[in-house]
Structure formats: C-alpha cells, structure tokens
C-alpha cells in the first residue's frame, strides 16, 4: 500500500481540476483516471463555455485553475454570447481542438511535479483510522482524503436503439466495480442519462445549404491568455424539417426513451430530438449546428442532433436535413447511463456527511457539463486539501460566484435531473459578471495559495487601472461631443457609459489614460450599473445577516412542534450550516425560517 495525501478518481474535467488544485497547494497527489485517453476528453460537443458557462471557466481560471488556459491554447474559434443583452449575461463560447485539448491537459499533469497519473480504475474505498484505502483491483493505495470524480463512466451503459453496451463514452471502458463499495459506505445512489449526437464524415456535407457562423475572436477564457492570432474554422447552421420529424415519430416506438430501455432521467435544458419533436410537436424546425471536432478534423459534430435512435433510422434523420443529404456518419448518436450520487448527501464543501474525508465533484454530484465539473473539482481538490491541513474549507457563497450558486444549489436544493448552469439561477447575476471574475476570487485563490506570482501581479496591474478609470477619467468636450454632438457640456464617463447608443470600445479611443481596454471597459461597467449595485449590496447585506446565524450540528428539528412535517424532513435531511441555507431548502417556508429563528434563540437562552 501505497501513501499519498490526496487521491483523486477520475480524470475528467473535475479530476483535472481537483488533483491539479491538491498537487499546487503542495499535496502529494494521485489520480487514478481508468485510461489515459480519458484525461481532459470531450464526449459530447468539443466546446468550452455558452451561457453562464463561461463565467464558470473564468471563476475557475481567477483562482488559479487551468481550464482557461487550456481551452485558450486550444480554440478553432470563439466567441462572445449575449452581446445583446447587457454585460451581466456576456458568456464566451470556444470551439475547441478535441485532441489538442486533451493533449494540453495530459502534458499539464504529467508535469506538476507533486502528482502521480496512473491509468487504473478504482474498485473499493475502505474507511481507515486516519484517512481511505483506495483499491484498483489487488493493489491499494492510502489518503487522507479522497476526491470522486467518476464522470459519466460509473457503471455506465452505451445504448443505440436496441443495442445496449456496458461501456464508457468515446469507446471507453466502464467503472464497473466502485458502486457497490460507495453503497456500503453509505452513499445514496441514483441512476441519470446524457446523450450525444453523430459525428458526420466533413467532406461529406454540403455547407453551401447551410448558415456559416463565425467567431468575433474579441476575447479570451484565461485573464492570463493574450489576445493571439490562432487557426478558425467556421461552424455552419441549418435546422431540422417536417420530414425530419415525420421520420421521428413513425419511428418513435423504436427509440430508447420512449419504449422503457432507458429508465435514467436525462437533461431537461439539452433534450435528444426525439424529446424535442415530441414534446414541441407545433414547432416546425429545430436548430442545427454543424461544429469541428479540431483544426482539420475529419469528424463534425452535429449539435442538436443528440439521438439514442437506432442506427438506420439515425441515417434517414440525419439524410432528411439541408446539407446533411449525403452525410457519412463517422459515429453514430447514443445515449448513456451512468451511476451518481444524490448531492444532498454532500457538505456545501463537497465532502461527503457520512465519511469523513471522502469529497465528490462533477457530474458524479448530479450535475451537466465540462464547466460545472471544472468548478466543482477546484473546490473539491482545494478542500481536499485543506482537510488534510486540518484547515477550514472554503465554500464560496451565492454572492461571490456562480460556483457559488452551482455548488449550493446541489447540496441545499438537490437535483432531480442532471444540472445546468443558467444565468438566471444567480440572484445577483449583476454583481457576479464574467469581467470581474478575478476582481472578485482572484484574492480568494491567493490567499489560499492557488494563485502564484505572476497571475496576482497581472491582477493587481488590472485592479489598480480599474480604480485610476474611476477616479479620474473624462473626456475632454471636443471628444465627448465626437461620440455625442448635442451635449451643451463635458459630460462625467458616468453619463457616456450610461447611454446606451455609445459603444465602450468608442470612449475608450477618446481615453486620456494609459491604461488596458481590459480595465476600461471592467471600471466603465461598474459605472454603468452603479445603482443597480447598490441595491444587490444592499440585498446581499440582509442576507448575510441570516448566512450569520449558524445552526448546530445536532440541533433536533423534530423538538420543533411548531415546524411542518415537510419542513422538519428537508432540514433534517440536508442539516443546513446556516438560516441562510436553510431558507434556500426547497419545501422550507419563511414561516419555517421564523418559527426556527424562535427556537435558535430559545436554545441560546437555555444553554446561558
């Protein structure tokens, strides 16, 4: 048997994330990934980012994450979401290089010098005086801490029509033996579903059907990527049609979601077409976009197309589209189960409550995306690691990040599907923009110590021609009536950024500091939306006066008469940290929130 102080399982985007962020902070480190292939892999859309997403890889990156960095280096194009719509929902969006990708993760592990990278699968954890005994078949290894980060590979079967594979996503092979283990330590299990479409042969499509869609290459995930030249490859779109959806619901008794062969619960906010066809039967197209899979790649990947039908009818679906007439498929569409674990049986750090030192992350919490496991397994590898330090964890609340509302939405709300994060799940969207994601965590990473010196110098450059933008810029009254002629006088850079016909980027041209368009544009949305922020801080205060209030571990709700039954069963179950968490419970009233408040206080008096 082996020592480490942290064993992390998996190497997905949440393995990668939580055993870099444990080997940084000094910890020494093992991940067992399965098979290395699986390192960094994209199964489903070879992307990084969409909406809300792309505040999650920039939170990830600001404290000192590597998923920016990695999809930066990676693109085929970019692109910014939202644009219409004011910079609170602004959301980057890459297409990435699959293999590159992959490639840039693999090398990025294989030289943090305080981590080990063994292709193994787990197969048992035992709980040990001092810390978990990790087994990979008749070889164990020991930790002080364990990270979960099993992905979709747990127990996981690929199904195509009526062909049903104990298998993983991409050809790889299944995490077959670890769920009995997880039950015996108590962990509450539960079966969901995904799904991807059909890679399609690229010179077998006719893009000269279809909408080209671009990149604006404006903008980078990493505050440390520069604005570099790199290779684009445009991405197309066309739509489905009714003969597409004639071919569906004929052949709707063959699908494996509709004749009981899948029993998971899948996404609701990315549905397989027959789900869409079904479901919106009034609709007459559904979009479709064509994607590469890499710089040159011979596969495309067909984006709204996600299908678990059999493969024939696959064919005729795929064939009946604008520009997929004489489609070759590379692979084919399927869907796939896996093993999870119900995330109220998690702390708000991510460790488990029933076993001490064993912490859980990415898609095996119930929840969707590369994104969301990225920034699970930050805060997972973190906690990790400070749990062998015998540190406080760090969890990060509703206001300071949208892993914040991600991870508190699992563990207080749970999840009854696989979650996605959207921007209108963070109440304080405003305050929690994609600009300032290191303005708001990029303190946090340094102090815990993820952030190193050249990204805290960076930063500080940043914020420091942030605050000269606030308190001094103007522009002179020739340049100012050069953006707007009717002024009668030098308007403050309040006044420009508040109006909506003038552009950022144009004030910035008239700008008499010497200071990054970067900054600029961060200190002239704060302007913007001044009032606004004022009422979130204002909201948020009255919030952390309940966050402020903490309940006792072991305090009884059931010795609440005056608490209904749902309530005292929610709570009990979930064991808030806080009134706070507790009045985010789902089936807990404000009336239950009153009720407790009365009885916190009458238990305080009675221990005086």
């Known amino acids: 048997m082996t020592d480490f102080d942290v064993i992390v399982i998996g190497g997905g985007h949440a393995g990668i994330e939580a055993a870099l962020g444990a080997a940084r902070l000094g910890k020494r480190t093992l991940m067992l990934c399965g098979d290395i292939g699986t390192v960094g892999n994209m199964p489903c859309n070879p992307s990084i980012g969409g909406t809300a997403k792309g505040h999650l890889v920039r939170e990830v990156d600001a404290l000192g994450g590597e998923m920016g960095i990695a999809a930066d280096k990676a693109l085929v194009q970019i692109k910014t979401l939202n644009f219409t719509k004011g910079p609170a929902v602004y959301s980057l969006r890459g297409q990435e290089d699959?293999?590159?990708?992959?490639?840039?993760?693999?090398?990025?592990?294989?030289?943090?010098?305080?981590?080990?990278?063994?292709?193994?699968?787990?197969?048992?954890?035992?709980?040990?005086?001092?810390?978990?005994?990790?087994?990979?078949?008749?070889?164990?290894?020991?930790?002080?801490?364990?990270?979960?980060?099993?992905?979709?590979?747990?127990?996981?079967?690929?199904?195509?029509?009526?062909?049903?594979?104990?298998?993983?996503?991409?050809?790889?092979?299944?995490?077959?033996e670890l769920t009995n283990s997880l039950l015996e330590l108590g962990l509450p299990m539960r079966r969901f579903k995904t799904g991807t479409p059909a890679r399609l042969y690229r010179d077998s499509i006719d893009y000269d059907k279809m909408e080209r869609q671009d990149g604006d290459g404006l903008d980078r995930f990493s505050f440390m990527s520069e604005r570099a030249t790199f290779v684009e490859e445009p991405c197309y779109m066309t739509y489905t049609n009714a003969?597409?959806?004639?071919?569906?619901?004929?052949?709707?008794?063959?699908?494996?979601?509709?004749?009981?062969?899948?029993?998971?619960?899948?996404?609701?906010?990315?549905?397989?077409?027959?789900?869409?066809?079904?479901?919106?039967?009034?609709?007459?197209?559904?979009?479709?976009?064509?994607?590469?899979?890499?710089?040159?790649?011979?596969?495309?990947?067909?984006?709204?197309?996600?299908?678990?039908?059999?493969?024939?009818?696959?064919?005729?679906?795929?064939?009946?589209?604008?520009?997929?007439?004489?489609?070759?498929?590379?692979?084919?569409?399927?869907?796939?189960?896996?093993?999870?674990?119900?995330?109220?049986?998690?702390?708000?750090?991510?460790?488990?409550?029933?076993?001490?030192?064993?912490?859980?992350?990415?898609?095996?919490?119930?929840?969707?995306?590369?994104?969301?496991?990225?920034?699970?397994?930050?805060?997972?590898?973190?906690?990790?690691a400070r749990y062998v330090d015998s540190l406080e964890p760090l969890i990060l609340s509703r206001d300071e990040a949208y892993i914040g509302v991600l991870i508190d939405d699992l563990v207080t709300k749970g999840t009854q599907e696989p979650y996605r994060m959207m921007t209108a799940r963070a109440e304080h969207r405003i305050m929690l923009r994609q600009d300032n994601a290191d303005v708001r965590l990029t303190p946090i990473g340094r102090k815990i110590g993820l952030v190193k010196d050249d990204r805290f110098f960076r930063f500080e450059k940043k914020r420091e021609e942030i605050e000269l933008v606030m308190r001094n810029a103007k522009l002179s009254?020739?340049?100012?009536?050069?953006?707007?002629?009717?002024?009668?006088?030098a308007p403050t850079l309040k006044e420009l950024c508040v109006r909506p016909e003038i552009k950022t980027k144009d004030i910035y041209a008239f700008l008499p500091l010497e200071v990054s368009e970067e900054a600029f544009c961060a200190a002239a949305i704060e302007l913007k939306y001044e009032g606004y922020l004022k009422k979130e801080q204002a909201a948020v205060a009255e919030q952390k006066r309940l966050e402020g209030k903490a309940i006792p571990a072991d305090f009884d709700y059931s010795a609440v008469h005056a608490l209904r039954l749902e309530a005292i069963e929610k709570l009990s179950t979930v064991r808030p940290l806080n009134l706070g968490q507790a009045s985010r419970i789902s089936g807990v009233s404000p009336a239950d929130i009153a009720v407790l408040i009365v009885a916190l206080r009458a238990r305080e008096k009675g221990s005086n």
């Open 243 to 384: 003969l597409t959806h004639k071919i569906i619901m004929e052949n709707i008794d063959r699908s494996p979601l509709y004749n009981g062969t899948i029993t998971g619960v899948g996404p609701r906010y990315c549905p397989s077409i027959e789900t869409k066809v079904m479901r919106f039967q009034n609709k007459e197209r559904h979009q479709v976009f064509i994607e590469p899979e890499g710089i040159g790649s011979e596969e495309m990947y067909v984006q709204g197309m996600s299908t678990s039908m059999p493969e024939d009818v696959q064919e005729r679906m795929y064939r009946s589209i604008r520009g997929l007439e004489r489609c070759r498929f590379k692979k084919y569409g399927y869907a796939i189960e896996y093993d999870c674990i119900d995330p109220l049986a998690l702390k708000p750090s991510l460790e488990v409550k029933k076993v001490k030192g064993l912490f859980s992350a990415g898609q095996f919490n119930g929840s969707s995306g590369y994104e969301e496991a990225a920034a699970q397994g930050i805060i997972a590898g973190i906690n990790a």
């Open 477 to 489: 009254m020739k340049d100012a009536r050069r953006l707007t002629p009717e002024l009668d006088r």
């Open 98 to 176: 699959k293999k590159l990708y992959h490639e840039i993760m693999l090398s990025t592990l294989r030289a943090e010098k305080n981590l080990t990278l063994y292709d193994k699968f787990a197969t048992k954890i035992e709980e040990r005086r001092g810390g978990l005994e990790v087994f990979c078949g008749s070889e164990s290894y020991f930790a002080k801490a364990v990270v979960l980060a099993t992905g979709v590979y747990l127990n996981s079967s690929i199904i195509v029509g009526d062909k049903v594979k104990n298998e993983g996503p991409s050809g790889f092979s299944a995490a077959t």
